[in-house]
């Protein structure tokens, strides 16, 4: 029980937590906030780490395994850090009609990192999606949030290059 | 405080005043699509512009949800003339507000008589691209919240299942289940507590008429959910959006907390004794959480796995409550129903399909964007009258609809009418309404291969034929398009689709091998091909040297 | 007529009325049920056998595997009969040629998913799967074997988990839910990667909630679940527990 005291308590010295704790309540710590929580979480922590899981889990009377089950079961959440920039490639029909492989393949080989993967300096990640509804410009991609349509492979490259040559290596 | 039918129609008049007070309108779309190429930018260019040029009384700038034509965004239309410009920059601000009371300008000039615009006949979109889907006043102003003022005070609850039923309005989610009689079962329910759900997961990846009809038009979509709360006895509603769509989120948020400041939403909504309040719930990427039992589950908080119906959810739903759920165009047909009466919307479209469809058109065609046509239009209109035609002289070679659980169909059977019976007999479904053009350059197997990757990896992996029988059908599409495939494969293809369609748990694994059944019936000589002569006819696949393969 | 009925309080569903009674054919064979009975339970009570995986006298229904499905006359889906309730008049086939073909292609679909190699198996000859497949007469997986690699968990003192004979039953995540009350175990991911775990998908020795009761390792129906220590073919399941436990918490 101490660890976990412990862990709740130095979670509210951190706003994000306060933040979470917050979705928490407003569910009134019901285990079907479970998804709402995770949301939360993911938002201001980027990723859902271990420990975060278990505090979910405790907080909201949810079984270990069925919080780790719950975040694994959906794409959206992801438990590993993501990088600096994320790049999100659209792989929905009319994306990939449109060419969204081309783009993928070469980033792959530009790039060095396939979809779900982080560049090694933690600088860039890239994350393929299931259609993010802008199929009428397809193929789209996501630059941190930024959506951005009708793209080529050269465009996106382009993009990456100014996000790796503005804060350079080192 | 509670809402009367005076307050409404003085919103009503106000708002109808304040934009009819200017000469002219400019409606910008700030849809997702026409955000993507930085309209946003453009409508702070000209609210910039005018005010620079002091004409806020003359000219009224306003952010409206989607135009249509997403292909030739950023689009934006002047009122009152009605005249739209496509691809409008930043630049070209200036030249259009001089342009006003003159000749428009015809570079960016994009025809309103075209067929795109002329053959619509919009209900559900009525509202989109014109009104500013921040402000609850403008729904007021063209009739919103009319419908469930008639419900409440002049129907009975009876009344507006009625009204529904004789509609014969059809579930826009996939399968066109009568929303009357669902609204019935439900009504019938023995149950104090009772649930609303709006199903906006819209997990089929190439369809996007939901999202644009919550960026554009939120309220129609609560207003529906309202009276269908009032009409089966439901006094709480979930909207399920996916996580995929912040902007929807966003403004569904917006629209809610506008309702309920308005009274709209909460209790005793236009004095009378019947409270409704919604809550938005996020989904996470899971396609198969679009399947009722499996969205049930995970507003629960669970993993969206389904659970075999009966009992539907209709008696045993959210927490074991009796649940309505229907899709976000289902209850967007809702208000104007009720408004209009149900014989109207049943003098639209065919005999056994009712009212309009939305869909969302996309790939090789000119005119991607989204469309509202009556039931029943025909297939060849759509591709190739509103949709424009293929780009570049390419060769039409198939539709793809109903997304991961639909088919392809051939130009053999384009001069079919669209609704929920004839797209069934050509192996194909209506689905939520994504419509894939592919030309000459698509290959067929290699497009099978692409909804069987999706459903692989988006089954839940609860029941063993969806779970091993996608992988198999995969592995065996995969060699196929690698030039490594047998000719016994597409047997053994045909025989595992057969096995998937009729002993699955829940309609993902159910439907999941339509798009491979399609092809192989209509196009089984692509399969040859590349089977027999290791060639890929379209040139999409990459043939593997036999040391290559896996 | 009314026999004393021995029916599973956890396949009673508070949906239907639970008095009403009903009569139906089996192959052919006049039945009579109650209304909250599935297909499966009359089946059984009238010595008519239909292979079951997922499904487990004591635990809540699941059906997932698939295995018992039937056909019903004019419906051109297969139900399972496991969850599937009977109707006045209806007519169900546990035994026409589609079905067993079906039953057979699922089974093979099993097989090919993981590495069910019997001959290296604690199990062998103790093993559902195994009794199942000479049961419908498999002879040969006419499907490419997928071959994944999963480790072996050994870090718990007395049990060890092998991924590579999980069918993904769920018997064991049930069973420490519905019996247990732990919930240790779960599954993660979805579709073809998904996967039993205990806690946070942390080696099984340090799980935090698991009892060590050992009811999973008993209900699992192949060599997945086991007891350390024995060599193969000695791992016999005991689940006399499931029906007794049942019987004394239900008493009056
Ligand atoms: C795998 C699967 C995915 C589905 N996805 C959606 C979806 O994204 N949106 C939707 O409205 N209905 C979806 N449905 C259909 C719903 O289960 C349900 O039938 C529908 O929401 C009912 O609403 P309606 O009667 O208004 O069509 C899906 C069904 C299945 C089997
Ligand atoms: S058919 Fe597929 S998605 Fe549906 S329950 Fe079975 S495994 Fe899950
Ligand atoms: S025993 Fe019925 S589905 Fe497994």
Sequence with gaps: MDEQMQSAMKSTEDRRWRLVNRTMRLHGHEPHALIETLHAVQEHF??????????????????????????????????????????????????????????????????????????????????????LGSCGLAPAVVFDGEVCGRMTSEAVLERIRRWTDHDPDD | MTLTIEDLQNIAKIERDRQEGTTYQINVCVAAGCLSCQSGLVKEAFDTEISRRGLENWCLVKGVGCLGLCAAGPLIQVQPQGTYYQGVTVNDVSEILDSLGGSPVARLECSQHQAFFQCQQKIVLENCGKIDPERIEDYIAEDGYLGLFTALRQMTPGEVIEQVTKSGLRGRGGAGFPTGLKWTAVSKAVNNTKFIVCNADEGDPGAFMDRSVLESDPHRVIEGMAIAGYAVGASHGFIYVRAEYPLAVKRVHTAIAQAERLGVLGNNIFNTRFEFNIEVRLGAGAFVCGEETALIASIEGRHGRPRPRPPFPAEFGLWGFPTLINN??????????????????????????????????????????????????????????????????????????????????????????????????????????????????????????????????????????????????????????????????????????????????????????????????????????????????????????????? | MKKPLRVDERSLRADVNPVRLLTFKIDDRDVSARADETILTVARQNGIKIPTLCHMEGLS??????????????????????????????????????????????????????NHVCSVCVTNGHCDLQALAVEMGMTHVRYDYIYPTHPIDATHPRFSVDHNRCVLCLRCVRVCDEIEGAHTWDVMNRGISSKVITDLNQPWGSSETCTGCGKCVQVCPTGALSEKGKSVAEMVKRRQFLPYLQMMRHRE
């Design chain 3, 61 to 114: 229904e699941h059906g997932a595997c698939r295995l018992c499905i039937v056909e019903v006359k004019g419906m051109s889906r297969l139900m399972p009969s496991c969850v599937t309730l009977p109707r006045q008049d209806m007519e169900v086939l546990t035994k026409s040629d589609r079905v067993l073909d079906y039953r057979r292609k699922i089974l093979e679909l099993i097989f090919s998913e993981r």
């Design chain 1, 46 to 131: 980027g990723f859902l780490d271990l420990d975060a899981l278990k505090y979910v889990s405790q907080a909201l009377r949810v079984p270990l395994s069925r919080t780790y089950g719950v975040a694994t079961f959906y794409h959206h959440f992801t438990l590993k850090p993501p990088g600096e920039h994320t790049c999100v490639v659209c792989k929905g029909t009319a994306c990939y009609i449109g060419g969204a492989s081309g783009i993928l393949d070469d980033f792959e080989k530009t790039v060095g990192i396939g979809p779900g993967q982080t560049t090694p300096d933690g600088k860039i990640s890239l994350v393929t999606a299931r259609c």
């Design chain 2, 328 to 550: 976000v165009e289902t209850f967007a047909n809702i208000a104007p129903i009720i408004r209009r009466g149900g014989e109207w919307f049943a003098g639209i479209g065919t005999e056994k399909s009712k009212g309009t469809k939305v869909f969302a058109l996309a790939g090789r065609v000119n005119n991607t964007g989204l469309i509202e046509v009556p039931m029943g239009t025909r297939l060849r209109d759509i591709v190739f009258e509103i949709g424009g035609g293929i780009p570049g002289d390419k060769r039409f070679k198939a539709v793809q609809t109903g997304g991961p659980s639909g088919g392809c169909i051939p130009e053999e059977h384009l001069d079919m009418p669209v609704d929920y019976e004839s797209l069934a007999a050509v192996g194909s479904i209506m689905g939520s309404g994504g419509m894939i053009i592919m030309d000459e350059t698509s290959c067929m197997v290699d497009v099978a291969q692409f909804f069987m990757e999706f459903c692989m990896s988006e089954s839940c992996g609860k029941c063993v034929p969806c779970r091993v029988g996608t992988t198999q059908i995969y592995h065996l599409l995969h060699k196929i398009s690698g030039g490594q495939g047998k000719p016994s494969d597409i047997e053994t293809l045909g025989e595992l689709c057969d096995l998937l369609k009729n002993t699955s748990l829940c309609g993902l694994g159910q439907t999941a091998p339509n798009p491979v059944i399609s092809t192989l019936k209509y196009f089984k000589d692509e399969y040859k091909a590349h089977i027999r002569d290791k060639n890929c006819p379209a040139g999409a696949c990459r043939m593997q040297a036999p040391e290559e393969a896996l």
